[in-house]
Structures are given as C-alpha cells and as structure tokens.
C-alpha cells in the first residue's frame, strides 16, 4: 500500500490528511444534494469501486493487472467506478484530466486509454502541468472536454468517506446491500478479484 513513502508512514498521512483536506474543499458543491457527476461503466447485480493514486506504485500495477480484464468483467455485469484518492500533491491535477477524458467520451476503452496515459506519466514524473497532460492527452489523440469537475470530486470525496478507505490500493466488491468486501494492498485486492471472478462464473 502507499504508506511507505520515503519519510516514514506517519510523514505521508500527514501529507496526505493535507491534500485530502484541499481536494474536500476544492470539491464541495454549494450543496450536498446538488447533483453529482459520476462516471461508471457497465451494469449488472456487482459493482467494484477502485481507488488508486496515480503516483502510487501498488497502485499503478494493480491497474496493470486489472486492464486486461476490466472490459471483459464489464461485459459480464460488473457496474465499475473509478475513484482517484488524492494521496499526492499532483493527484487533484491528474483527476481533473481523466474526468476530462470520460467526458467527452463515454466509451469504457476511452477511459482506460486514459487512466494508462495517466499512470504512464505519473510514474515517471513526465508531466507536471495542465499544459503537459494536454498536450500528451493530444498527442496520443485522446479527446478532453473540461467542464467543472467539482460534482465529480464531491462525489469521489463521498465515496472515500462512505467506504472509509485510507490508504491505496483499495478495491469494494458490492455483491448485494449486505454483502460489501473492501481490500487493500496488492495482494488482498488479488484475492478480491478472485473471489468476483468466481461470482461471475456462478451466474
């Protein structure tokens, strides 16, 4: 999991309780019932919640592990949404981008197109600004549409407090209203994917 940055585990809460507290009041809406902007894909009776962090490691291989599945579980009716926890300084600029990428296209292949641009960069610091991810986001010819993404965040914000997540990577497998299983760090989150892919293979 992302708490064994260099500084110690307790340097990184801290700094991480910090851009959590900005990214809540960057993203709170006027009020708590203005609608928020989800982006999610698929539908079925399960739904998998995934908060990661960009510039986590964990994080960025436990999206590499689940790429090549992800359209596959959405097909098979697997409702997923995708939350970023904002455990890094960069994180909020990186959220803003992909909920720019999945508004202007709806298309679950365009959302991963991005999300993979994303972690590309994050993992080797080659973006900094908004000026480079455009300019990446162009390059690779992936469209954005920039709106105000405070409903989005808000929603993000609602789902990390709802699911009490506190570290990255944290999948929610929601089986039923009583059946919710929440995983964190890589192993545990393989251990969930398993126990859905078994679900799916029940049906």
Known sequence: MCFSARGGWLSLLMRSLFI??????????????????????????????????????????????????????????????????????????????????????????????ARRLLNDRASRMGALTAEHLERDFKNAGIAIKPYDTKTSLSAYSRLIKKYEVRSTPTFVFVYSPTDIRKYSGSEPVKKGMAELKKALSAQ
């Open 20 to 113: 959590l507290v900005a990214f809540l009041a960057l993203s709170r809406p006027v009020s708590w019932a203005a609608e928020e902007r989800m982006f999610s894909y698929g539908k079925g009776p399960y739904e998998l919640i995934i908060f990661t962090d960009y510039f986590c490691a964990p994080c960025q291989k436990a999206e590499r592990e689940l790429d090549p599945v992800l359209e596959e579980i959405i097909e098979r009716g697997v409702k997923i949404t995708m939350v970023d926890f904002p455990l890094y300084k960069l994180t909020p600029l990186y959220a803003r981008h992909f909920l720019y990428a999945v508004n202007a296209s709806s298309n679950d292949k365009e959302a991963l197109r």
